[in-house]
C-alpha cells in the first residue's frame, strides 16, 4: 500500500515533526504501507499520484478565503489542481482531508467557506474556518459537517485531528500566538480538556480498514 502524506504547513516549532511521527505511527500499522512524504507547502512539486493508493492532506494554516484563486500561492493551486484531477479521473486513488485538508477538498468541489468568530479549539480542533455548505456529491457523517463522505467512497474527510496526542495539543497551546486565544475561557477549556483520553486510534483504525477497502 503506497502512501503520500502531503504536508500542508510549515513551522519551526516542535508539534510539526509530532504531527508527522503522528500520521506515520498510524499509517504504519498497516505492516505494507510505504509513506511519501511532499512538503507541499514548502514549494516542493507533487509527484505523481496515480502511484498512490492513498493520499493525505494535512492541516494547514493558509486562508482560502483570502483572495482569489489566481492569487493563491502557487502550491496552493497545485493542491486545489491536483484534488480537481483525481475527481475527475477513474483510478483507485482514495483521498482522506484532515483539517485544512477537509476544507481545501470542499473547497476545490464547490463547497462555501465562512470565518470563525472565534478560533474552533480543543484537544481534536484547531482551525478558523469552518463549511457552511457541501460541494454536490458528499454526505456529512456527523454534525456541523465535521466528517465527509463523496458518494464513491474514495474521499474521506475530517474538520477534527484525529492525529492528535496530548504532546501535541500542549505544544500548540504553547505556542499560539493568538489566533486561536480569543478569550480566557476558551484557553482554559482547552487546557482542561488536554489530558482527556480520545478515541483517535479507534478513528485510525477505521480510516486505515477504509483506504484498504
Known amino acids: 500500500m503506497k502512501v503520500l502524506l502531503l504536508k500542508d504547513y510549515t513551522t519551526g516549532y516542535a508539534w510539526g515533526q509530532l504531527i508527522v511521527d ?3 505511527l498510524h499509517i504504519t500499522q498497516v505492516p505494507s504501507a510505504q509513506v511519501d512524504i511532499c512538503e507541499a507547502c514548502g514549494g516542493e512539486a507533487l509527484p505523481s499520484v496515480d502511484q498512490y493508493d492513498l493520499i493525505i492532506l494535512t492541516g494547514g494554516t493558509f486562508n482560502l478565503l483570502s483572495t482569489s484563486f489566481d492569487e493563491f500561492p502557487a502550491w496552493v493551486q497545485q493542491v486545489l489542481n491536483q484534488i ?6 477513474r483510478n483507485n486513488t482514495k483521498v482522506l482531508g ?18 470563525l468568530v472565534e478560533g474552533s479549539r480543543g484537544l481534536l480542533k484547531f482551525h478558523k474556518r469552518y463549511i457552511t455548505s457541501l460541494a454536490p456529491g458528499f454526505t456529512a457523517l456527523a454534525e456541523n459537517n465535521e466528517i465527509l463522505i463523496s458518494e ?19 505544544e500548540l497551546i504553547d505556542t499560539d500566538d493568538g489566533t486561536y486565544r480569543v478569550s480566557v475561557e476558551n484557553t482554559v477549556s482547552s487546557v482542561k480538556g488536554i489530558e482527556t483520553s480520545h478515541d483517535g486510534g479507534l478513528v485510525w483504525e477505521k480510516i486505515m480498514k477504509w483506504a484498504q477497502s
Do not use: Y
Request: aromatic share 8%; charged share 10%.
Open 98 to 115: 484532515i483539517c485544512w485538508g477537509h476544507q481545501v477538498v470542499q473547497f476545490a468541489h464547490g463547497a462555501t467557506l465562512s470565518p
Open 84 to 89: 480537481r484531477d483525481l475527481a475527475a479521473n
Open 152 to 170: 464513491s467512497k474514495k474521499i474521506l474527510t475530517f474538520q477534527g485531528h484525529p492525529e492528535m496526542t496530548q504532546q501535541i495539543a500542549q
Open 22 to 24: 503522528s500520521f506515520m
